[in-house]
Nanobody, 125 residues
Framework: QEELVESGGGLVQPGGSLRLACAAS????????MGWYRQAPGKQRELVVG???????NNADSVKGRFTISRDNAKNTVYLQMTSLKPEDTAVYYC???????????????????WGKGTLVTVAS
């Protein structure tokens, strides 16, 4: 059983928009901070944006003003709305819930760590 399931990736032109979704089980969604990460070819995985259970978000500088994370408590789903996409945003995007994002946002390390399988976002004309 997959605890995190991403959807919404695809091909988009530069300047376009895309929305990713990460559906989680209820217990994971209620318990943990969640985040979106990305990994481009030849690069390390990096935090794009995280959000706490209380809704506080933390964006990477490279996406500030362009990407927005949100939580839908009724659907146990976290969304990543991406606008003004650039070719350098091309990557596999992963959803995380738990320790990795908790540590990235607070410096504390605790709890379980869950990852989705990733969804590919390609920004190209």
């Amino acid at each position: 059983q997959e605890e995190l399931v991403e959807s919404g990736g695809g091909l988009v032109q530069p300047g376009g928009s895309l929305r990713l979704a990460c559906a989680a089980s209820g217990s994971i969604f209620r318990t943990y901070a969640m985040g979106w990460y990305r990994q481009a070819p030849g690069k390390q995985r990096e935090l794009v944006v995280g959000i706490t259970t209380g809704g506080r978000a933390n964006n990477a500088d490279s996406v500030k003003g362009r990407f927005t994370i949100s939580r839908d408590n009724a659907k146990n789903t976290v969304y990543l709305q991406m606008t003004s996409l650039k070719p350098e945003d091309t990557a596999v995007y992963y959803c995380n819930a738990g320790r990795t994002t908790i540590q990235a946002m607070s410096g504390l390390s605790y709890g379980m760590d869950y990852w989705g399988k990733g969804t590919l976002v390609t920004v190209a004309s």
